[in-house]
């Protein structure tokens, strides 16, 4: 089992629809990352944190230390939005452990 | 300006040979990271060096060799190449442990 699991695997929504994803870890962690990852591949940081809530533009990410889960939320998705969602965690210093991601389709 | 940078994007070479792949960052950054993500777009980290010096060497085959001549420079080079190396390497940056990183656009690698 992986340290690391986020759900679901695949989303499709419809244009400005609320979309939420988790994702939940077995071990101690210092931080907790959220990627992006674009259709052609490239890899984009979009918020690392280490308790309770970050926000930038449409996308917000939570963390609950206790319960070892964490969600990232996008409000009136966008078709832009389609990509790869990845939840990292560091259980210490640098080294991240990664979930498998999740597909985000957002259909016009 | 391209802040963490990979060359080649793409590498496709035989079985058995000798290959490498540089990345550069220009954020002044102090860490510097590989990963590796397979066919299943599953991410590992491979190897992470702080102020040149490394810090994380995960169950990697001795085949694969990481080289920082200088903080803004970490390369990878992949001895007698097997077709179970294909899969997409990117590299990263950070200011120091701890900090959100900075990934380049990733390398290719295919192992015919």
């Known amino acids: 089992k992986n340290e690391v699991e986020q759900s679901p695997q695949n989303l499709t929504a419809q244009e400005g629809e609320f979309i939420t994803i988790n994702c939940s870890y077995s071990v101690g962690i210092s931080a907790l990352h959220w990627l992006q990852q674009h259709p052609g591949g490239g890899i984009v940081s979009l918020f690392m944190?280490?308790?309770g809530k970050k926000k930038h533009g449409r996308l917000i990410a939570t963390i609950n230390i206790q319960e070892k889960h964490s969600s990232l939320h996008i409000t009136a998705s966008h078709p832009r939005d389609s990509a790869v969602y990845i939840c990292a965690v560091s259980p210490s210093g640098s080294r991240l452990t990664f979930g498998e991601g999740t597909q985000l389709t957002v259909n016009p | 300006d391209t802040a963490v940078s990979q060359t080649p994007k793409y590498l496709v070479t035989q079985m058995g040979n000798d290959k490498s792949i540089k990345c550069e960052q220009n954020l002044g950054h102090d860490t510097m990271y590989w990963y590796k993500q397979d066919s299943k777009k599953f991410l590992k980290i491979m190897f992470s060096y702080n102020n040149k010096e490394l810090i994380i060497n995960e169950t990697v085959p001795n085949r694969f060799s990481p080289k920082s001549p200088d903080k803004a420079h970490l390369n990878l080079h992949i001895n007698s190449l097997e077709l179970g190396d294909s899969a997409v390497y990117f590299c990263?940056?950070?200011?120091?442990?701890?900090?959100?990183?900075?990934f380049g656009p990733g390398t290719r690698l295919t192992v015919t």
């Open positions: 990263a940056s950070s200011p120091g442990l701890s900090y959100e990183q900075y």
């Open positions: 944190l280490s308790s």
